[in-house]
């Protein structure tokens, strides 16, 4: 056990940015630093709720905003790392903390002497004299205390800690589960099982077998390792057994399986949602939401559905005729999608993942989300090696606008075994005014394929638009510029939050990004005027099959969370039943199956959300076509209002009004239809 005087936490650090000093940090250090910054929060309450004087937006609401800094410190190093390189001693101090951080925010919550000062604030808060943000401060705060229990009676409130304690060792639970699948199942390749693969997945497979100290080449359950691998292996049984164990992550069985945590994390979310007045966990989560009730959600959902059915239909038939003329007379399957796909794809557009994938060299699309950043804000980002991090892989840099440093930024972008399947953002430290000019430090972590030794990393096109969204979501929190941490960054509305991201997206497929940072790995020549053409005519393309499996998976979410009751619920059997119920093509899966299914169970983030991809999609496909309609997709006029109205505005404005502040009117929901090939789907 270190002392006090060793352990990082308990001084200033002095680092480049006040990052934290990973190479110095033990395992060790971790829950003394938890027991001391839990203890300095609770002091700071207490000194809130017990001011004989009388409340004032200064001692109970800028109080509340400062207060907890020590623990927000340790929890943004902690489940970054949680999330991004978990041993087995971080999952074990995750697993011992999570209900002791639900204890400490219920305590928050729920404390009467805090919700007294907070409403009688928000009861006079017309005559406060506040400025706009801190009146959206103050409507926040109260609506977050409402919310967490603090107008219940006293036994509610019982009821209410032990519901969210509970759910917070569910969604640990769950999350850790899901990594032990992905992390340990392996399937071990020969070289006759490598037979009409690219060099770039051999590499990679070689280069996973090398990370768990094997020979040969190893299969894993990184989607960086098994889209591709789905895509382009001839070998269909190998296909199938890669596909099945995907798909069954958190329903293997024995300790790490998750039916049993998400059928009593449903039923607890029905009863929060009840105690708090809401007839279903769905109608408590979207009151807070752009969406607003679960039936606005369907609305959208079933009017894609419905359209989205009829494509992946006729895309299953074409698929049918390939395989039948390559001598393959069984009925598709969902492994055999991504192969019959790709072939189809290359006889529509002569495009070849394989000979696709030289042009997206990581290091060359990494810069090209940055060149957008500076046409469109003004931004540039510069290395900064000399920022300690923590993994070797991690790459940061530095933000400038006019010379004036903005913020540090981390790129993670390699699988492990250590990190958690996907991709994310997220803050070691936001962006905020009140405690002085606090710079952002936001991080960007991915699960991209690592290269052997010398090669050089090379990306899927999809890949590529998954970099440039989390660098939107990245460019969200580190061009926030607000005065109170409540309203920093991403801290808005969960279907808005995608917009920024999404919309990012749309750059990376113009031609004068394309044109100049497409540049093929060994030749070193720029993608070619016709390909970037024809890879840019094939955006629709499948475009059935990606909705129906998005869309599946959202209207299953909404499902869940539009019980009223969960007795006995058997959740495999609730999600075959609905599935049948939408009618779910035959031979496709949801893109994220029920057991798996991390934003959703894994805490409360997507939960009942899921859809907000979709909602914030008729946003992105509305607003681009802003740029598109004025003729330069690097507008100044247009690039200032977004940057002012939505990328630095963080929380401090109702969203849909930040959005027609950019756009000069509400979206336009055929849009979305639109950029998805799908408005004339009949």
Known sequence: MTTSTENPFFRPWTTPFGIAPFPEIAIDDYRPAFDRALAEHRAEIEVIATNPDAPTFANTIDALETGGHALDRLCGVFFNLAGSDATDAIQAIQREIAPVLAQHSNAIALDPRLFARIRALHDKRDHLHLTPEQVRVLEKTYKNFVRGGAALDEAAKERMRAVTERLAVLGTSFSQNVLKDESTWTLALSEADLDGLPDFLKSALAQAAKDRGRDGYVMTLGRSMVEPFLTLSPRRDLRETVFKAWVRRGEMGGDTDNTAIVAETVKLRIERANLLGYPTFAAFKLDETMAKTPGSVRSLLDRVWSKAVIRAAKERADLAEVARAEG???????????????????????????????????????????????????????????????????????????????????????????????????????????????????????????????????????????????????????????????????????????????????????????????????????????????????????????????????????????????????????????????????????????????????????????????????????????????????????????????????????????????????????????????????
Do not use: C
Request: proline residues 6%; without cysteine.
């Open 328 to 682: 393959m007379n069984d009925a598709i399957e969902p492994w055999d999608y991504r192969f019959y796909a790709e072939k189809l794809r290359q006889q529509r557009h002569s495009l070849d993942e394989a000979a696709l994938k030289p042009y997206f060299q990581l290091d060359r699309i990494i810069e090209a989300s940055f060149e957008v950043a500076r046409r469109l804000f003004g931004v540039e980002f510069r290395p900064r090696p000399d920022v300690a991090v923590y993994h070797p892989d991690v790459r940061a840099f530095e933000m400038f606008r006019g010379g004036e440093s903005l913020g540090l930024f981390l790129g993670d972008y390699f699988a492990r075994t250590t990190k958690r399947s996907g991709a994310w953002m997220s803050a070691f430290r936001s962006q905020e005014k009140l405690s002085g000019n606090v710079l952002p430090i936001i991080v960007n972590v991915m699960n991209f394929a690592k290269p052997a030794e010398g090669k050089p990393a090379l990306l899927s096109f999809d890949d590529a638009r998954t970099l440039f969204h989390e660098f939107g979501h990245g460019l969200h929190g580190l061009l926030s510029d607000v005065t109170y941490p409540l309203l920093s960054g991403t801290s808005v509305a969960r279907d808005f939050v995608e917009f920024p991201s999404q919309l990012y997206e749309h750059w990376l497929e113009r031609p004068e990004i394309l044109g100049t940072y497409a540049v093929h790995a060994e030749t070193g020549a720029p993608m070619p005027k016709e390909l970037i053409d024809r890879l840019i005519a094939a955006r629709t393309f499948n475009q059935g099959y990606a909705t129906v499996e998005y869309t599946s998976s959202a209207l299953v979410d909404m499902a869940f969370h539009s019980l009223e009751s969960v007795e006995g619920i058997d959740p495999v059997a609730f999600e075959k039943a609905e599935l049948a119920r939408i009618g779910m093509p035959e031979g496709m899966v949801m893109r994220h199956r029920t057991p798996h299914f991390a934003h959703v169970f894994s805490g409360d983030g997507y939960s009942a959300g899921y859809y907000s991809y979709m909602w914030s999609e008729v946003l992105d496909a509305d607003g681009f076509a802003a740029f598109e309609q004025a003729g330069d997709v690097f507008d100044p006029k247009l690039a200032e209002r977004l940057g002012l109205y939505v990328y630095s505005a963080g929380n401090t404005r109702d969203p849909l009004e930040a959005y027609v502040a950019f756009r000069g009117r509400e979206p336009d929901p055929e849009a979305l239809l639109v950029k998805r090939g799908l408005a004339d789907a009949a």
